[in-house]
């Protein structure tokens, strides 16, 4: 059977970031805007995002070498290429098919709401803020942004690549909260209602690995199988601490 599918996909949220750190300040004090300087694309891993991603790398080098991801590809947000960078320092780089930074994993583009908070949303763009709740996230795009559907589009293409240039091989993706969900919605092929669930069911861990494998026997000619939800025992096996918070300004949920 001709397989077009990879053998492995694993779905990886970046470290806990600085932005998420200033996010979490700026929400608890009520704040309008996240004080942070740098470009979103420029944000770095704080000091536990890169002990979380050394303890998930410690887990992927501990996997057999014939079960080790044989391609990487990550956003191009320093978040993330640091993440993908610290799992891979601990695997054999040269058995390495491809690492590629790929501009179509980068984070959700926010446009003009872009480092404001819940509040800050609220009070500058009152309109945007309702038109968002009523719209929904799912389809919802701000002036200059993306809606989640603009994401799953680019995602679509990035699917297409895999099925064409890495069938049988194990791949390691490494992105963002968005990333994950949206990858989620395409691969176990939910709908709007389904991946809102999701998203209301919490955040995706920083660090952690949703994960699928081809099953032959599913289908006609075999499928992607779920395997891991959200997976952080590597952190806490080596007693790191699991954080979850969000990189981007959201009004309410939908």
């Not at 819940?118 to 309109?127: K, L, Q, S």
């Not at 240039?165 to 691969?187: A, K, P, S, T």
């Not at 955040?203 to 289908?219: A, E, I, R």
Request: proline residues 5%; contains cysteine; hydrophobic residues 40%.
């Amino acid at each position: 059977m001709d397989q077009k599918w990879p053998q492995e996909i694993w779905l990886v949220r970046h470290g806990q970031s600085a932005g998420n750190v200033a996010r979490d300040a700026a929400e608890a004090a009520a704040g309008l805007r996240v004080d942070i300087a740098e470009r979103d694309v420029d944000v770095p891993l704080s000091e536990l995002g890169v002990r979380q991603s050394q303890a998930l790398g410690a887990w992927f080098a501990a996997l057999p070498p014939e079960s080790q991801p044989s391609v990487v590809l990550h956003s191009p947000y320093i978040r993330a290429a640091q993440t993908a960078d610290y799992l891979m320092q601990r695997l054999d780089r040269d058995d390495l098919l491809a690492v590629h930074a790929d501009e179509r994993l980068r984070e959700k583009e926010f446009g003009i709401l872009d480092r404001l908070t819940v509040r800050g949303i609220a009070e500058n763009f009152p309109d945007l803020y309702e038109q968002r709740r009523h719209v929904g996230k799912f389809y919802f795009r701000p002036p200059g942004g993306e809606s989640w559907c603009d994401v799953i589009l680019r995602l679509r293409s990035v699917l297409d690549t895999m099925t064409r240039e890495y069938g049988r091989e194990r791949v390691l993706i490494v992105g963002h909260q968005v990333i994950v969900n949206c990858f989620r919605y395409l691969l176990e092929r939910m709908d709007e209602a389904g991946i809102l669930e999701q998203d209301r069911l919490g955040d995706v861990p920083n660090c952690s690995v949703t994960s699928y494998s081809f099953d032959p026997s599913l289908g006609k000619r075999g499928k992607l199988a779920l395997r891991l939800v959200n997976f952080v025992a590597p952190l806490e096996a080596t007693g790191t601490e699991v954080t979850a918070a969000k990189d981007v300004p959201t009004a309410a949920k939908a």
